[in-house]
T-cell receptor
């Protein structure tokens, strides 16, 4: 079965610093991977997705992620954190299940950005 | 703008008193999902509708039911809420059930409190 593991339930960075949120996956088939963001009391919004094309994926709000098969990783980065980036971030993998492909989410990483 | 709407945003119910949460969409998507998200946890898929076809997850309690009277609306019914059912309930839609190819769009969620 497919799964994702997010290392670090809480990450804190200074405004302007590099953001690095870690995600490792386990998949028996070539994975489709996603990063979602959830602002307080809101639903999830897709940041970016990897669908076996380019290994470096650019998303919205200046985020990007690099797929590394050798490391089974799909870490999310942003060069310079902004206060508005404070949110919960979920890594997800598409998992075959009963004739369709459902999303399996990681436990999430809460990003805090301080001045 | 096309969107996923959930009503109410906050719902308080009493232990054992049936409650219904509502979701509507203007995206004309074929699939509607219900997720349960407990505090600081990943969203957990409860069930989904593919058109009129209801698909229950194996570990979803019988206490949770759903209805989809038409393409635009989907309801989550909790027949006898327990304290453990307090959570954020997220509705999502997608064009198809293939999460590899089609993004899921999430509503803002309904936060359920059980007293």
């Amino acid at each position: 079965a497919q799964s994702v593991t997010q290392l670090g339930s809480h990450v804190s960075v200074s405004e302007g610093a590099l953001v690095l949120l870690r995600c490792n996956y386990s998949s028996s088939v070539p994975p489709y991977l996603f990063w979602y963001v959830q602002y307080p009391n809101q639903g999830l919004q897709l940041l970016l997705k990897y669908t076996s094309a380019a290994t470096l994926v650019k998303g919205i709000n200046g985020f990007e992620a690099e797929f590394k098969k050798s490391e089974t990783s799909f870490h999310l980065t942003k060069p310079s954190a902004h206060m508005s980036d404070a949110a919960e971030y979920f890594c997800a993998v598409s998992s075959p299940s009963g004739g369709y492909n459902k999303l399996i989410f990681g436990a999430g990483t809460r990003l805090a950005v301080h001045p | 703008d096309a969107m996923v709407i959930q009503n109410p945003r906050y719902q308080v119910t009493q232990f054992g008193k049936p409650v219904t949460l509502s979701c509507s969409q203007t995206l004309n998507h074929n699939v509607m999902y219900w997720y349960q998200q407990k505090s600081s946890q990943a969203p957990k898929l409860l069930f989904h509708y593919y058109d009129k076809d209801f698909n229950n997850e194996a570990d979803t309690p019988d206490n949770f039911q759903s209805r989809r009277p038409n393409t635009s609306f989907c309801f989550l019914d909790i027949r006898s809420p327990g304290l453990g059912d307090a959570a954020m309930y997220l509705c999502a839609t997608s064009r198809t059930r293939d999460s590899r190819g089609h993004e899921q769009f999430f509503g803002p969620g309904t936060r359920l409190t059980v007293l």
